[in-house]
């Protein structure tokens, strides 16, 4: 299987990637700056510069590709930040459609699902960007002809687990944070896997014990 992930430099995106590369995939990582090349050195690897929200240049990366994962998100809460999300996601359409490609993965944010708590209302107004532009670019890619599934996430971690609970369009029972490990086994289980049309996936940690 080829792949293109974007957003490879991030710390979930390098986490796919050598994730991928222990399946077996031949991955084309793509980041934004020449700096930011993954440091993976393999046979199985190509990095490549340029804007992921440049159509044109997707549409170069994506010919001969079987699948897409995106893990591009904003640095920051700010308005400019997360417009990473819609913006890509045109960008990802347009070439997805040019070149054939039809299955993209993406990640976003838990926010958007209906808030169970009070802290999930506080933390929606608190980031309101955040909820406004991953909404926009899910509705842009659901509006589009291609496979498409997206993982809503909660709050990020660093923590040394890889195992993660995924549930259809809702976060798992008190799934508050996933770990990028986990994320990114969620990530590359899913791709590897026989599916079609739209999906949303709740992705969190495995339950702590009481």
């Known amino acids: ?8 430099n991030g710390r979930t995106g390098n986490r796919v990637v050598t994730r991928l590369l222990g399946n077996g995939a031949k991955v084309t990582a793509v980041v934004r700056d020449e700096t930011k090349r993954p440091t ?17 240049f997707l549409t ?7 699948a897409v994962i995106s893990t591009l998100g904003g640095r920051s809460p700010t308005k400019r930040a997360t417009s990473i999300y ?14 054939g490609v039809r299955k993209v993965i993406v990640t976003s944010s838990a926010l958007l ?3 169970q708590r009070l802290v999930d209302r506080i933390l929606a107004a608190i980031v309101p960007h955040v909820v406004q ?3 926009l670019m899910e509705q842009l890619l659901f509006n589009a002809d291609i496979d498409i599934t997206v ?18 369009d809702a976060l798992p ?4 944070s996933v770990s990028r490990p986990s994320l990114a086994h969620f990530i590359v289980d899913c791709v590897s896997a026989s599916w079609s049309g739209h999906h949303i996936w709740g992705v969190s940690g495995p339950a702590r014990l009481s």
């Open 1 to 8: 299987m080829k792949l293109v992930v974007l957003g490879a």
């Open 40 to 56: 993976i050195r393999h046979d199985r690897l190509t990095g490549v510069v340029g804007d992921p929200c440049d159509p044109k």
């Open 60 to 66: 170069e990366v994506f010919r001969n590709h079987d």
């Open 86 to 99: 819609p913006l890509s996601a045109r960008a990802i359409v347009d070439a997805a459609r040019d070149t």
């Open 113 to 115: 699902f209906k808030p």
């Open 133 to 135: 532009n991953a909404t």
């Open 151 to 168: 993982a809503r996430c909660g709050f990020l971690t660093d923590a040394d687990e890889t195992r993660y609970r995924s549930t259809r």
């Open 173 to 176: 029972e008190n799934g508050s």
